[in-house]
């Protein structure tokens, strides 16, 4: 059944956007003058509100509902309960308790929220309430809200970059904060907004706990907090963000060491450390997690679940595509490795979009394509990684988009679910082809083309 939208819910998206527009307009003009990458702020939050709309009108007039609707009416749901019936039990239930006898809190009053029986999903219900509530009740209101105050760590994120990265804040504005797939796809109340700005925080808590050394205990909780809703939200980001994270730091502290040698046996010890660190995160995590990503061997089942319900239905019709068969152990997956990782970065192809949404997706696959080949013609495969291993930051977000492209390319069955699936990993990708190409144009006389 879908949501009623009345005159109420446009009255109170224009005074929360105008209330908010008015702040950020405050906030730009006191900024600008110190830190002329501000001259983004507000327009950043334009296009996250404006295709935020236009993501809400879409699954309410032309897909009739959708996920984004179950969200909010989970969010819906669980407020009436507590108001309705019980108080602290609603609490509860939004603190991510769940048992049949708070389950009974829910009847035709309330609704009964679509997804309680999935924890990965019911999680984002339960993270929209605030904004919900803020929103008063209302759709468009609770979509502006939660856009609102999840640009915050987007555009700290885009602050981050441009001190490390001065001179490209135009490059960083475009991939952090207009790419028009990751913008469109991260302003819906789904669950890849929340992935995005969580990863942007860990990101950026790590740098100034590590690096700029500020605000140490105020960032460990960020990083807690945000862990916390990526295990909840999408176990698996907070996976390879973990590792490559892990991997940043490491690489740190490793090129701090003088003598070349020694770092050469210290380098296969953090990747060993590493690698225990994150098995025994995630045996300690799967409570939280639970379901296909609760465990290793979990999770590489659904992989191959995914693949075998795929190569046995057509439901999808031509919106699917197949890497190959493969089984549950990781030599088998790690065979797949160079058609999942090519799915995850560049696919769909431009011939494989079906609608006017995958066109739009096929198109900047195109770009993906054309511009990474670019640059290693300009330099070569060799230059091309040197300038990453340089740069700890780079290599490590490479790393990232690399490692997420390979699991999106190998659980994912769909092009619909990839193109949102990917738009996590496509601030990572974009910015690293951006910086490359930045650092080879720097030194464009220097290019040894005899490496290619």
Known sequence: MPIQISAFDYIIAVILIIGIFIYANNVQQRCIERFAYYKYFTLGLAAKIFFSLIFAYIYLFFYGGGDTVYYYRGADSIVKAAYIHDFWGGLKIALGYRSPELYSLFNWQTGYPTYYRDVNSFAVCRFIIPFYLMGFGSFFGTTVMMNAFLYIPIWNFYRMLCSKYPGMSKEIAIAALFFPSMVFWSSGILKDVWCLAGLFVMYRSTWL??????????????????????????????????????????????????????????????????????????????????????????????????????????????????????????????????????????????????????IFSGLESTFFIIFFVMIVYKSSFVKFFKILYDDNYLFSTFVFAVLFAFFCGLTVANFGALVRYKITMLPFFAFVLFRVNYVIEKNKDRIDHSLF
């Not at 939200?233 to 730091?249: G, K, N």
């Not at 439901?315 to 549950?328: L, M, P, Q, V």
């Open 209 to 358: 706990i590590f690096i700029k050394r500020r605000n140490r205990f105020k960032n460990l909780l960020l990083i807690i907090l945000w862990s916390y809703i990526l295990i909840s939200i999408r176990p698996f980001v907070f996976y390879t963000s973990f590792v490559t994270v892990a991997l940043w730091i490491g690489l740190i502290y490793i090129k701090q060491i003088d003598n070349k040698l020694l770092r050469v046996f210290v380098f296969p010890f953090i990747m060993i450390t590493v690698s225990l660190v994150i098995s025994v995160a995630i045996t300690s995590l799967g409570g939280v997690a639970e379901g296909k990503y609760a465990t290793i061997d979990s999770m590489l089942e659904h992989a191959v679940i995914i693949q075998d319900d795929l190569s046995r239905t057509e439901a999808y019709g031509e919106n699917t595509f197949n890497i190959g068969s493969f089984d549950a152990s990781i030599p088998s997956m790690l065979s797949k490795g160079p058609v999942a990782v090519t799915a995850g970065l560049f696919r769909p192809f431009l011939w494989e979009a079906r609608s006017l949404l995958m």
